[in-house]
């Protein structure tokens, strides 16, 4: 999500002084409203004005006669009221971000940015990565390159589209080289922090040293995966179905070798021959309420399927969301060859660059 620099103005600020400001905001075309205490009353466009003007206001007149008084914008920690698609349609390309009180944080630029959901992601980035050795025994797998880039950045590239800045990464195995190579996140448009695993804990045990999410929903997320997944239809799905957790999910294709007999008791009723069979598969990444944080043991390996069956213990709502578009696990060589071809994706959701070779990658 890209911030950009603004420029406020007083209530009793003039027209005159307004179009001094738009003159400066080059490309923006926007100024903004606030009160002495930084509240957002409304925004002034060139339109604003010239209205204003035609109506028989003068420059001297104060810009709040002028203003738009109801402007879209977004509450921090929370997602839009309308989706950024049909706020670009409405001709909206900045929106203010304010806090609960009203006071004007920052304007974002959403012109390049699906969503803007407000979630916590965890990615989880400790793993060893033993199926892809010797390439992981001098690189941790998060950082083994994919179309010339890691395959966390791939996923950060993601994340950005929809708008999640607030990042934790859980490393273990070669964390050193992770928390060098990504840093603060600032270069990625995220703030990364990292929780460190003394000993492996699975998929879904540092979630227990996740003391302080920036939201009430996390994203939790295999940091070696290759993916377009649509995450605001999944974060709308798990809003609106009240769910306490949501799990993407994969088709997975088998081709059975035999014919296969359909039957009523013993009498033969058709058959296909050599049918394939898909089954919905986890995709590694999910959606939850912070609370259930607490179902994770203090101590030992958790992963996320624990996780799952604890909630559909508890009786608790879970909901399955089909990933319709690209979806790759690179933890397999074979797994890693299939990511590469031109036509796949990267997480950005743009076409990926051909990376010029068949081969396994190698580790440097």
Not at 40 to 63: E, N
Not at 134 to 152: E, N, S, Y
Not at 174 to 191: I, N, P, T, W, Y
Not at 312 to 340: K, M, Q
Request: proline share 6%.
């Amino acid at each position: 999500m890209n911030r950009i620099e603004h420029t406020s103005l007083s209530p009793t600020a003039t027209l005159r002084e307004a179009l001094n400001a738009l003159n400066n905001t080059g490309p923006n075309l926007t100024v903004f409203v606030v009160d002495g205490a930084g509240r957002l009353l409304g925004t002034v466009t060139d339109g604003d004005v010239r209205r204003a003007l035609i109506a028989g206001r003068d420059l001297d007149s104060p810009v709040s006669g002028a203003m738009n008084s109801s402007p879209r914008h977004l509450v921090i920690g929370k997602a839009p009221e309308r989706p950024l698609k049909a706020l670009r349609q409405a001709g909206i390309r900045l929106l203010p971000e304010v806090d609960e009180e009203g006071t004007l944080l920052r304007v974002l630029d959403i012109s390049g940015s699906e969503a803007i959901l407000p979630v916590h992601a965890l990615l989880m980035a400790g793993g060893r990565g033993s199926r892809l050795r010797p390439i992981t025994d001098t690189l941790p797998k998060p950082l083994v390159p994919v179309h010339g880039r890691p395959i966390i950045e791939h996923i950060l590239g993601l994340l950005g589209r929809f708008g999640v800045e607030d990042v934790s990464v859980s490393v273990n195995y070669l964390k050193e080289k992770v928390q060098d190579h990504l840093g603060d996140g600032s270069r990625f448009g995220a703030r990364i922090d990292y929780l460190v695993e003394q000993e492996p804990l699975g998929t879904a045990g540092a979630l227990r040293l996740l003391e302080r999410p920036a939201h009430d929903v996390v994203l939790l997320m295999n940091g070696d995966l290759l993916t377009d997944v649509d995450l605001e239809g999944m974060f709308q799905l798990f809003t609106r179905s009240r769910a306490a957790m949501a799990v993407a999910t994969t088709e997975h294709h088998v081709d059975l070798p035999y014919a296969v007999m359909d039957l009523e008791g013993d009498l033969v009723l058709g058959y296909r021959e050599k049918p394939t069979v898909s089954f919905p598969c986890n995709a590694g990444i999910y959606l939850l309420r912070s609370e259930w944080r607490e179902l994770v043991p203090e101590h030992g390996p958790f992963h996320a399927t624990d996780l799952i069956q604890a909630l559909l213990d508890r009786g608790e709502r879970v909901v399955a969301f089909p990933i319709e578009g690209t979806w790759y696990d690179i933890g397999r060589y074979e797994d890693l060859e299939r990511a590469r071809p031109a036509n796949a994706v990267d997480g950005t959701g743009r076409q990926a660059a051909q990376s010029g070779s068949t081969r396994p990658l190698s580790g440097t």
